[in-house]
């Protein structure tokens, strides 16, 4: 037995470090209830019991960090550690009050279940430190920014590969809260805490802002992302085209749709899919704001998008076109069977993930520019056609990859917009 842990830890020295941390996290743990029991031994002879415990604990979690970041991790304090630090601890609370009343609820006695409760939460509570003070990012950038759902996707996957390029952690504050669809939404610091406390400290100016659409050359933007260790980054112009082709794939995982709503649009779509005859058009009928935003160059009636799904049609031969239509207004049902009878029509309206993850789907786009018709072609590299004048002529030659809308994105929507 001797001779096997000798060489089990020959060859695992990383456990030696963990078996020394975890004797000075007990020690750490010691010394800070002491702390903690202290400062409210003093403070309840002047103050209520509820307020002298609160000023002991916060005593106490001051000196725990102080200790866990030079004594437990031997580590430097900063920003980056402080917040997982209190992150953990925040988590830490929440498992301990469940635990407590499960073992009460179970029938453990008021003094004994908080040992049990210790007994689990503690482990817990070193694994998450360890990751916060050994294995997390220096450099962290949080992003956040208002806007719609699918403009926040193309910021944050922006962010994000410029990030994995150069190593550090991007976190979206957005699909924290927001828009849980995603695979995003439920990793690790994907959260509402998340979301709270750092938009808390951005608003105290404790956490940095920088606002890329104050920037105009590649060189400020690539300045401005090493600024600060960690910082909130907001704007809708931050771009790094070639960063997000190579980490395309990935950006696309982390925004995979959830479970659910795959299985809906399998459903949905799985009648047209059965014939190979079948040719699935998805058209997004963009309006709303539309009619104010460049003077109204990109707001088309029913009519222009009926033109549209003829004209694709004309280009078919004798393949079967099957039009899926979404968007953010009343779908003119009537209107479009009317006039292309000799087309089917499929309309979801579901949510704007359900809407967006069937467009994802289908094998040709066409639509005003838009960057929701943009991330529905990023999915599957879907041909993308934007209609930037009403009844112009096009031809499917005319349809372009993800990548190229992605990098003239912005150009369309300049006075004179480039196609």
């Not at 403009?151 to 150069?166: F, K, L, M, S």
């Not at 939404?185 to 920088?210: D, E, S, Y």
């Not at 659409?213 to 600024?227: F, H, I, P, V």
């Not at 222009?304 to 953010?328: E, M, R, S, Y």
């Amino acid at each position: 037995m001797k001779i096997w842990i000798e060489q089990y830890l020959q060859q695992h020295p990383e456990r030696v470090k963990d078996f020394w941390r975890l004797m000075r996290f007990g020690v750490t743990g010691v010394i800070s209830s002491l702390i903690h029991y202290a400062t409210y031994y003093i403070v309840i002879r002047w103050m209520g019991a509820a307020t002298s415990y609160t000023i002991g604990y916060l005593v106490g979690l001051i000196c725990n960090y102080i200790l866990t970041t030079f004594f437990t991790f031997q580590r430097h304090p900063s920003l980056s550690n402080a917040l997982g630090f209190v992150s953990s601890h925040i988590i830490n609370y929440i498992l301990e009050i469940v635990f407590l009343e499960l073992f009460l609820w179970w029938g453990a006695s008021e003094l004994l279940a908080p040992v049990w409760v210790m007994a689990i939460v503690v482990p817990i509570n070193f694994l998450l430190l360890r990751y916060v003070f050994v294995n997390t990012k220096k450099h962290i950038l949080f992003v956040h920014d208002k806007g719609q759902m699918c403009n926040n996707i193309i910021q944050y996957g922006h962010v994000y590969a410029w990030a994995r390029e150069h190593h550090v952690c991007a976190i979206s504050l957005r699909f924290s809260y927001k828009y849980q669809y995603f695979r995003i939404c439920h990793t690790f610091w994907h959260n509402i805490l998340t979301h709270l406390l750092i938009k808390g400290l951005a608003k105290i100016h404790i956490i940095p802002t920088v606002d890329f659409d104050l920037m105009e050359s590649k060189e400020a933007k690539e300045e401005a992302m090493t600024r600060y260790p960690v910082m909130a980054v907001t704007g809708w112009h931050i771009r790094f085209y070639d960063l997000f082709a190579k980490y395309r794939d990935e950006i696309v995982s982390l925004f995979a749709f959830d479970a659910p709503i795959e299985k809906h649009v399998e459903c949905l779509l799985a009648k047209w899919r059965q014939d190979e005859d079948n040719v699935l058009l998805g058209v997004h009928i963009r309006r709303g704001d539309y009619n104010k935003l460049l003077n109204g160059r990109y707001y088309f009636d029913d009519a222009t998008f009926a033109d549209a799904i003829q004209q694709f049609k004309n280009h078919l031969g004798n393949k079967h076109l099957v039009v899926v239509v979404c968007g953010n207004v009343e779908m003119p049902k009537r209107f479009l069977r009317q006039q292309l009878p000799a087309v089917d029509f499929v309309f979801p309206e579901g949510n704007p993930a359900k809407d967006l993850c069937t467009l994802s789907h289908c094998d040709y786009l066409i639509g005003p520019p838009s960057s929701y018709s943009l991330v529905a072609a990023m999915y599957h590299d879907v041909p993308l056609h934007f209609i930037f004048n009403a009844y112009e002529p096009f031809m499917l030659e005319d349809f372009r990859s993800f990548d190229h809308h992605l990098r003239h994105f912005d150009d369309y929507f300049m006075p004179t917009p480039v196609q």
